[in-house]
């Protein structure tokens, strides 16, 4: 069932639960989905309503900004269905090399590999609605659509897919408004975990017109975002007692997003589709360009994509020129030039960060401080990439490249993310470098959990949603275990 | 190096080596002695070729200044310019040659392009054949592009504006028109009115393009009709997608007074965006309208778009029959008024509102 709180709850009462989970977005949501059903009381605390927050409840997510500009407001959604109420639809799973320790990128590795979420993925292609799970371009985007790439090449094709995007709040609204296992409460924003000795007793909620409860339960899942998971944390700190999970420092550190970049331009074969259109199977795909993992080995670089949109040809070197015989042989009888944008993945960066204010918001917490930062050498990793480009299309004969945009540090003070707040609860089997283990499970406390991309270690170039609802599966797997 | 002279064409014996790239024709007159299979021969036709190089060979002069580009790319290659060599041969030469260039970042660099040295030598050797013929880059004009179907066009609002009157459609901002499209269309497109080339913004459903002030007062100006073209700057496309009717200014409203008498009723007065009202049974939307006396042939205007009109002057009584739903698609005010077309005077009868629909969907869009 669906309630207000403050309907359902008397003031300063207090409710058990079998689980309680924190965040009525795609975490939360997919996971309450997966633990129902089972005769036991779960309760899924939104801190928003049905319906877009006015603005005194927006306000609640104002907080400073320190290093790169962000959207710390707009790039969250405080009403129920989270993110999904504004998500595009990008899906993609991370590659396996996300996954692994890159000695060139620091902090690297998840504590588990690929094949342990490859069941996980199945199932939320599902949930979300996405048209097809295959990636493979070569098999659903047109021979002509993309540039040829073998092994000596460096680069590969692969691609995106989409989910409509899902609405979580339309999609499963009526479904949880209907069940009698999960009891929705809205406008419960948490305002303090009670915990002693690692364990989690009860957590507090509080209303913007003074309503308050207490809700108890044996275990306890942050499935907020990557902003307010470390924000509760680090409300848990308690004199000279660390905040929960923060013995290594790490809670709030690491904050990675996906980052844009527009190097140039490339000229090659005319009519190419990186860009999303209706694949040979009928459904959406976006084809895009990113290194092999040997090359990413060999130069040092960071996981990333390329796409492609066809622009009017310039008269630095036009198409025509470049048809010259004996320039370009595998060019074919036509040429245009394209505008290149990368999404790129950061560094995790412990000093990219969030802590708390001494500013308090309207419900007592503490405001947000992000100090969003890319590593110099994310930025030489672009630039290494850019020339492997330059190197590849021009041995190859398939075309050249336009570098117009080096890195200076005048472009990167115009860094835009994808609104993908990412690792600040990072996973770790080792405490000393992440806050929650490989079963999301954080570190030092018995029975919190987190199910967020605040946990990923690694961040690739996809999208994160689809990896949030798998580890959210997962999670629930977990959890279903542990609560037989 | 052997010497050699060009000749107009014409010239008896000659033997035909290459074309310029700039239209004219040029013959190659050896010396008996001239093997035409050589090397210089082929390089030289290859470099006349070349479209749009001029500004990459008058960089490469520049950044190289008193050298020869043809012994440069010659001796690059291992090659005299003597050297019997097919036509074949030497392409396979150059191409490993700008293969090589990559793979050694052997790299000339202008306007940004990162190009092999070799091409680059090439280009200047097309200048140094070419002179001031050699081939500059041009870039497509809209005027040259050949027509072709960019979009499937569903709809468009406005279709027309009144002299002196705000271009302030309903659910519009004032100066934007709205194209529905059967496709997202490809944001490079642009519009072109008047001469005056726009960039669109695009929706999964259409796009949208504004017209400065500027063009508006010059639009304004010039009433009856304006073709709006698209273009495909990329694709070098163009095609003719609408037109705007700019409708003369109302003469005196006093004029319409004495031609119409007053509207006692009329209705409906409010629908939602794009659904049928006073539904007929064919499905047409219709409006009526009381009033003692109009002129003979009197039609309705809605926001200035006349619709299909029944006038029944004996019950006092005009009716509309509208069956194009896009006409009430965009929420807003519509201006709903009679026109005499004998004299082109009109009389405005009230407002019609036209609601949002409840399921339109104004999130944020991200990724």
């Not at chain 1, 979300?128 to 799970?133: D, F, K, N, R």
């Not at chain 2, 790299?107 to 013929?133: C, K, P, Q, S, V």
Request: net charge negative; aromatic share 8%.
């Amino acid at each position: 069932m669906i309630e207000d709180i403050r309907s359902s709850l008397e003031n300063g009462s207090t409710a058990d639960f079998d689980l309680v989970i924190i965040g009525a977005g795609p975490a939360g949501i997919t996971l309450a989905r997966e633990m129902a059903g089972r005769g036991q009381k779960i309760a899924l605390l939104e801190a928003g309503g049905m319906e877009p927050p006015g603005p005194q409840a927006r306000a609640l997510y104002d907080g400073d900004v320190t290093g790169l500009s962000y959207p710390l407001a707009a790039s969250r959604q405080r009403f129920f269905g989270g993110t999904s109420n504004h998500w595009g639809g990008w899906c993609r799973p991370l590659d396996e090399s996300d996954f692994q320790s890159r000695d060139w990128m620091p902090l690297t590795g998840w504590p588990l590999d690929r094949n342990a979420l490859e069941d996980h993925y199945r199932r939320a292609h599902d949930i979300l609605e996405i048209g097809s799970p295959d990636y493979d371009t070569s098999r659903h985007a047109e021979r002509t659509a993309t540039l040829p790439t073998d092994p000596t090449s460096g680069f590969c094709n692969t691609s995106f897919r989409f989910s409509p995007p899902l609405r979580f709040r339309s999609a499963f609204g009526d479904e949880l408004d209907a069940s009698q296992d999960i009891h929705v409460l809205l406008h419960a924003s948490v305002v303090d975990i009670e915990h002693e000795a690692g364990k989690v007793r009860q957590v507090r909620t509080r209303t913007l017109d003074g309503h308050e409860a207490r809700i108890r339960a044996p275990r306890f899942v942050l499935a907020t975002g990557g902003l307010e998971v470390p924000r509760l944390l680090l409300h848990t700190a308690r004199g000279d007692t660390p905040a929960l999970g923060n013995r290594s420092g790490f809670v709030g550190r690491c904050f990675m997003e996906h980052f844009g970049y527009t190097p140039g331009h490339i000229l090659t074969r005319a009519g190419l589709k990186y860009h999303r259109h209706e694949g040979l199977d009928g459904h959406s795909i976006m084809p895009v360009l990113a290194p092999r993992p040997a090359l990413m080995r060999e130069h040092r670089l960071n996981n990333c994509c390329l796409v492609f949109h066809a622009i009017e040809p310039d008269a630095g070197w036009p198409p025509g020129a470049l048809l010259t015989p004996g320039l370009a042989r595998r060019l074919g009888d036509s040429a245009w030039r394209y505008r290149v944008t990368m999404i790129n993945e950061p560094t995790p960066n412990p000093n990219s960060r969030v802590t708390l204010s001494d500013q308090r918001d309207a419900l007592g917490m503490c405001r947000l401080v992000l100090d969003w930062r890319i590593m110099d050498r994310d930025l030489e990793s672009i630039e290494r990439a850019v020339r492997q480009l330059i190197r590849w299309l021009g041995q190859s004969g398939l075309g050249r490249v336009q570098f117009s945009r080096p890195i200076s540090p005048e472009t990167t003070e115009r860094f835009t993310g994808g609104m993908h707040h990412m690792g600040t609860a990072r996973m770790s089997a080792d405490p000393e470098h992440g806050v929650v283990d490989a079963d999301c499970r954080v570190h030092g406390s018995d029975n919190l959990y987190v199910a967020s991309s605040a946990v990923f270690s690694a961040a690739g170039y996809s999208n994160p949603t689809l990896s949030i609802v798998a580890l959210s599966l997962r999670l629930a797997d977990h959890l279903k275990g542990q609560m037989a | 190096m052997k010497r050699r002279r060009f000749i107009a064409m014409g010239t008896g014996g000659a033997v035909l080596v290459g074309t310029g790239a700039v239209g004219g024709l040029w013959l190659f007159c050896p010396d008996p002695a001239f093997v035409v299979n050589s090397a210089e021969a082929h390089l030289d036709e290859i470099a006349r070729s070349m479209t749009g190089v001029a500004g990459t060979g008058r960089a490469w002069l520049e950044a190289n200044p008193g050298s020869k580009p043809r012994r440069q790319i010659l001796d690059s290659m291992a090659l005299s310019a003597g050297d019997p060599l097919s036509r074949t041969q030497l392409i396979d030469a150059l191409s490993t040659r700008v293969q090589n260039d990559f793979a050694d970042e052997h790299i000339f660099r202008h306007n940004d392009w990162w190009l092999a040295e070799t091409e680059a030598r090439l280009a200047a050797l097309h200048l140094t054949l070419l002179g001031y013929m050699a081939s500059e880059a041009g870039t497509p004009r809209f005027e040259d592009a050949p027509e072709a179907r960019l979009v499937s066009l569903k709809s468009y609002n406005p279709k027309s504006v009144r002299q002196g009157e705000p271009m302030h459609h309903p659910g519009l901002p004032e100066g934007t028109m709205w194209f529905e499209t059967a496709q997202p269309p490809a944001p490079r497109l642009r519009v072109h009115i008047d001469g005056i080339s726009l960039p669109v913004n695009v929706s999964h459903t259409g796009f949208s393009v504004h017209l400065p002030d500027m063009l508006r007062y010059r639009l304004f100006e010039m009433p009856g009709s304006h073709e709006i073209w698209l273009h495909d700057p990329v694709m070098d496309r163009r095609q003719r997608l609408a037109e705007l009717a700019v409708v003369e200014a109302d003469r005196d409203d006093a004029d319409a007074d004495q031609e119409f008498c007053d509207v006692a009723a009329w209705g409906p007065k409010q629908t939602v965006a794009g659904e049928t009202f006073n539904e007929q049974p064919d499905g047409a939307s219709a409006f009526w309208i009381r009033s003692d006396c109009f002129p003979e042939a009197t039609v309705v205007l809605l926001n200035g778009i006349e619709v299909p009109t029944t006038l029944r002057p004996a019950d006092g009584l005009i009716t509309t029959h509208i069956t194009d739903h896009t006409l009430y698609d965009q929420p807003g005010r519509y201006i709903v008024s009679l026109k005499n077309p004998a004299t082109g005077n009109s009389r405005e009868i009230g407002t019609f509102t036209v609601k949002p629909r409840q399921d339109s969907d104004t999130g944020l869009k991200l990724d």
